[in-house]
């Protein structure tokens, strides 16, 4: 359940986004969106590259508290740049959903996440 969550909500979800929210332009809205799944290159200086149970948030550069900022910074700009913050954000969103999955299934596997206590938060608070 959890990849098809994970890559509905990066494959699917941007279409309803563009569709619902840019709609004489959704397609190219769409593409946009996509397009900033390549915020995951930041995956490639990890070493290992892939790791099952490890929390993207707070561990790769781009996937960070300081680049949210500039993310949210984007919001406020023209497009396409607002375009581009709101994948980039919709993204780290999809992420941080992940995270949660994964502690779900394993607590303990996200101990030494950075935001580990956040994780165990939004679970309780969710009541999962």
């Known amino acids: 359940m959890q990849a098809i969550v994970h890559y509905f909500l990066h494959l699917g979800f941007p279409f309803f986004i563009a569709f619902l929210f840019f709609r004489k332009e959704w397609k190219k809205v769409y593409l946009i969106l996509l397009a900033t799944m390549l915020v995951d290159l930041d995956h490639l ?30 919001l406020f700009l023209p497009k396409p740049f607002k375009i581009i913050g709101i994948g980039l954000l919709f993204h780290m969103f999809t992420d941080y959903v992940d995270c949660i999955f994964t502690f779900q299934k394993c607590g303990n596997c996200l101990a030494e996440s950075p935001i580990y206590d956040l994780i165990q938060a939004t679970s309780n608070w969710l009541g999962l």
């Open 45 to 74: 200086f990890s070493t290992p590259i892939f790791q099952a149970n490890r929390c993207s948030i707070q561990f790769h550069p781009l996937h960070t508290s300081y680049a949210m900022v500039v993310y949210v910074i984007f």
